[in-house]
Each structure stands twice: as C-alpha cells, then as structure tokens.
C-alpha cells in the first residue's frame, strides 16, 4: 500500500509475533510488536531497486521446534527403562510366588505388571509422537 499512510490494522488479539509489510517490487518492512495492548509502529518500503545489496527480499521462515521430537524421544527411552525396571520386579515376585505360593504376593505382581503396562503405553506414544513428527516435518 504505497502511499496510503498511516495503515491502521485492527487485530482480535493482542500481537506477539514479527510481522512483515510486504508489497510486491519493495523490500518488506519488519514490525516488532510490543507487549502493550496499543502499539506504533513505523515502517518504510524500500524499492528493491534502490535497496542495498545486503538486504534481501523477505522470504518466510519456517519455525522448526525440535525439542517437541527430542522430548518425545527421551519419554520413550526413560518411560521404556521404567516398564522394564517393573516388569523385572514382577518377574522376580512371581518367581518366589511360583517357589512359595505365597498368595499375598499376586497383588503385588498384578500391581508391577500394571505399572509395567502402562509406562509400555506411554513409551509407545512418546515414540509415537516422535515418528508422526520425523514422517511429516
């Protein structure tokens, strides 16, 4: 919008993010919003023509977060160890139960191969969650 000035733009919420003026055959201007609900900002299109050889046309950048994939991956690992670490419990107790037939031992047992169970199940979903983001990045 060359020569329309001041541009007004309302938003329904409040602005945390870099935004970028673009207009085709001008260098984008970069706007920094505040963290107050009213900000002002001023911004100057440049013709690419008459830009400086170190500015470069603007072109989106994609946001990789990465550490979703690796928190996902270390959930897998450590949820895995605790599965193992219970399901070994459980086999112990049921070794001595199978030795003893000691019936105060089946809760115990069935408690560790819950808890084994269920860290299984959050390993598989932190390895999971790890893959869909490694297939579709």
């Given at each position: 919008m060359p020569g329309t000035t001041p541009f007004l733009g309302v938003f329904g919420r409040l602005l945390r993010d870099t935004r970028y003026v673009v207009w085709p055959g001008y260098v984008p201007?970069?706007?920094?919003?505040?963290?107050?609900?009213?900000?002002?900002h001023r911004g100057l299109l440049q013709l690419l023509e008459a830009?400086?050889?170190?500015?470069?046309?603007?072109?989106?950048?994609?946001?990789?977060?990465?550490?979703?994939?690796?928190?996902?991956?270390?959930?897998?690992?450590?949820a895995t160890a605790v599965s193992?670490?219970?399901?070994?419990?459980?086999?112990?107790?049921?070794?001595?139960?199978?030795?003893?037939?000691?019936p105060a031992l089946h809760p115990r047992i069935r408690s560790l191969d819950l808890r084994a169970g269920i860290a299984l199940g959050v390993a598989q979903l932190g390895l999971g969650v790890a893959a869909f983001r490694l297939i579709f990045r």
């Open positions: 201007a970069i706007i920094r919003p505040g963290w107050v609900e009213w900000n002002r830009a400086t050889p170190d500015v470069q046309p603007w072109r989106p950048t994609v946001r990789r977060r990465h550490w979703i994939t690796y928190a996902a991956l270390g959930v897998a690992v450590a193992i670490h219970y399901k070994f419990q459980a086999d112990r107790l049921y070794a001595r139960y199978k030795e003893t037939g000691d």
